[in-house]
Nanobody
């Protein structure tokens, strides 16, 4: 069974940093992508970052240069390092997994990130 568990969210002041973690189990070694999405109240889901095979990555323009997605195979965990946080980064952040291109995504429960003075 695929399981995704996010952690690391919280309250941080503008300009601060957080590192989100996504602990995984039951996923294939040769996955298509792992990613982070976010959703603010009343808004649609927005892709933040994705990591593919051979460490290829994608970042939304709004976070490029500030966020970094990475993985630790030994711990079977995906991370999202978030630096220089802005109030507009406030959202629930979700970890996602796709076994292959076009497959339905698995979602974690989400972790709240609030950036405020």
């Amino acid at each position: 069974q695929v399981q995704l568990v996010e952690s690391g969210g919280g309250l941080v002041q503008p300009g601060g940093s957080l590192r989100l973690s996504c602990a995984t189990s039951g996923i294939s070694f040769s996955f298509y992508s792992m990613g982070w999405y976010r959703q603010a109240p009343g808004k649609g889901r927005e892709v933040v970052a994705r990591i593919f095979r051979e460490e290829r990555t994608y970042y939304a323009d709004s976070v490029k240069g500030r966020f970094t997605i990475s993985r630790d195979n030994a711990k079977n965990t995906v991370y999202l390092q978030m630096n220089s946080l802005k109030p507009e980064d406030t959202a629930v952040y979700y970890c996602t997994y796709r076994a292959y291109m076009g497959a339905d995504a698995y979602w974690g429960q989400g972790t709240q990130v609030t950036v405020s003075s």
